[in-house]
């Protein structure tokens, strides 16, 4: 429990500012949406000459775009950009701290199991990634409501809300196995390296249009657009989210636990 | 016979291919100071850091207080205190903070007052301000929280890698006398170092290592009789080829007016010998383990 401590302090500020920039990356696009929706005639003659492929790849449906949820899922793409290298950031970070600070002796040579050493890390990463989605999901909720004088699912909202929270698991367990695997030196190039990855393989999927390239990218494990049509997820986006935060929780147990531990 | 604090039978690590320690076999008997003494890369850390489960063995094994290292190494940790050569710690932590996560660690066994009051005890003593950040201190005072950690919880067995690197004089004789007090307390300690007068004169017993094998194991009292002593001469004429060879000598290298070697034995008769020589400068000093080893350890 002391280590759960000691490492949710550590990385509770920046937290908390990565919940609130979120908060405020979306409040900055959500605050347009009036001024599209009234233009909304000008703005589908001037999007309908755009390419397929091109409107795919920004995430844009034109049947659903000039509604609260339809734009907010449309924003959801570059959202659940900015909070995969966070929840990336927070699972390298967390991880390699000991042995980009060269601390790790003092850390291991403390009558404590590897094993909790690396369940109190996650947890304490785990408690990060929720508070930032309980911010983003009321700030998201008080958001939509102030930008939309007509009615919307809130439970469409919240549920597409929710999808970051997921998708933030999956980097974040990713994020972790980085950090176990490979002797990072800087957090922030690591994660924004594996978003840029995963997210040139969603527009790729986007293009590609082919169903199969969906378990691809983390970026489209969730369809946003079905989610407002059936409030519901697809069983297959939990399948596959708890799959791959589990094969990666498991290899950083067997990593952590099994690996020497390098000089400072 | 009572167990010994720790054992390493057959103790063998390789990095990938490369050599770290082969087939260390000795013991560290209780409330002994045992000496841990090489050169530079001959594997003293790989040993200390094996013994620590921060590395695993290839093959071989080893016990603390009679316990496994690996299975066993929560239960050993509990009453272990280690000070790593190199001290890093988490840097925007205030001393005071960092020594009480340490403490923290000792809950389930130790009393938390007490770790508090010997945390206080031992900044004192090594004139440590608790309030200051990591970030701030030197190297020297970033080993006194080195030690201090290492030491709150009052362990039994204390594992000293090159503790003295960055400490002044003043307070490596603090730090000495530490090392003592806790030895008459019971407490078994292993001294690492390269530095062979501190060995000398802290322990009870060494062991040599060097290209990761045992040299040998033995009393300090048996080290001093075969200690080597590096002496560099200055003649106002030129020394004569061959002045040198003699008992006690090796490495004898004579240019003209000057000479040098490695002499042990009795010190009176090197004395004589020079004093046949009207001398302009005379350094008798300790040799570096390194030119130590190189000459006697072969």
Redesign the interface.
């Known amino acids: 429990m ?1 280590i759960f401590r ?1 490492e949710f302090r ?1 990385i509770l500020k920046n937290t908390l500012i990565w919940s609130l920039s979120l908060s405020a990356v979306c409040l900055f696009m959500m605050i347009i949406f009036p001024a599209y929706r009234e233009n909304a005639d000008a703005i589908r003659s001037m999007i309908e000459g755009f390419p397929d492929e091109a409107l795919k790849a920004m995430g844009m449906d034109l049947n659903t775009i000039f509604g609260v949820l339809g734009f907010y899922s449309f924003l959801m793409v570059y959202l659940t950009l900015i909070g995969g290298v966070q929840a990336a950031a927070l699972g390298v970070g967390i991880l390699s701290r000991e042995y980009r ?6 850390l ?6 590897r094993s909790v050493v690396v369940t109190s890390k996650l947890c304490a990463a785990l408690l990060a990634i929720v508070i930032t989605n309980i911010i983003f999901m009321l700030s998201s909720v008080g958001i939509c409501l102030a930008v939309s004088d007509q009615k919307f699912s809130m439970t469409a909202l919240v549920m597409i809300s929710l999808t970051m929270l997921f998708i933030q698991l999956v980097f974040l367990s990713m994020g972790a196995v980085l950090a176990v695997f490979i002797r990072i030196k800087s957090v922030y190039t690591a994660a924004l390296a594996l978003n840029v990855v995963f997210f040139a393989l969603s527009l790729v999927k986007s293009l590609a249009g082919k169903d199969a390239l969906q378990f691809l990218t983390p970026f489209k494990y969730f369809d946003p657009a079905q989610i407002v049509l059936d409030e519901a997820y697809e069983p297959s986006s939990f399948i596959i989210v708890f799959a791959v935060a589990a094969v990666c929780t498991a290899a950083v147990y067997i990593g952590s636990i ?1 690996s ?2 390098p ?2 | 016979m009572a167990t010994p604090v720790i054992t390493l039978n057959k103790l063998t690590k390789y ?1 990938g291919k490369t050599r770290g320690i082969l087939d260390l076999s000795f013991s560290v008997e209780e409330g002994e100071i045992f000496g841990f003494i090489g050169p530079n890369g001959a594997g003293k ?1 790989t040993t200390i ?1 094996t013994l ?1 489960s ?3 063995p290839t093959s071989g094994s080893a016990a603390i207080f009679g316990l496994d290292i690996i299975k066993d ?6 009453d ?1 205190g ?1 000070l ?1 050569s ?1 001290v ?4 925007s932590m205030r001393v005071r903070e960092l020594l009480r ?2 403490a ?4 389930k ?1 130790k009393n938390m007052e007490e770790c508090e009051r010997r945390m206080h005890e031992l900044c004192e003593l090594l004139e440590l301000d608790i309030n200051r950040k990591i970030e701030d201190l030197s190297y020297g005072n970033r080993k006194k929280v080195g030690i201090v ?1 290492g030491m709150l919880h009052s362990p039994k067995l204390l594992i000293l890698d090159e503790p003295t690197g960055g400490l002044d004089p003043l307070m490596q004789a603090r730090f000495f006398e530490l090392i003592r007090r806790e030895r008459e307390k019971g407490v078994t300690v292993l001294f690492s170092s390269h530095i062979l007068s501190e060995v000398q004169n802290l322990c009870d017993r060494v062991a040599i290592i060097r290209d990761g094998q045992l040299v040998q194991v033995d009393s300090i009292s048996a080290l001093r009789e075969n200690t080597y002593k590096r002496v560099y001469a200055e003649a106002e004429g030129e020394i004569p080829a061959g002045y040198f060879d003699g008992d006690g000598i090796t490495a004898a290298e004579i240019q003209g007016n000057s000479a040098t070697f490695l002499f042990s034995g009795n010190i009176n008769d090197l004395l004589s010998k020079l004093a046949s020589l009207s001398l302009t400068n005379l350094i008798i000093e300790e040799p570096d383990l390194e030119e130590l080893f190189m000459h006697y350890y072969r």
């Open positions: 002391n000691f550590s600070e060269k601390n790790s002796d003092f291991m040579t403390k009558p404590v199991k099994r020497d531990i000089t400072a | 990095y850390s850091r620590l921060l590395i695993y190494r929560v239960k050993i940790l509990q272990v280690y790593p190199e890093f710690y988490y840097d996560y340490s923290s660690f000792y809950k066994t950690q």
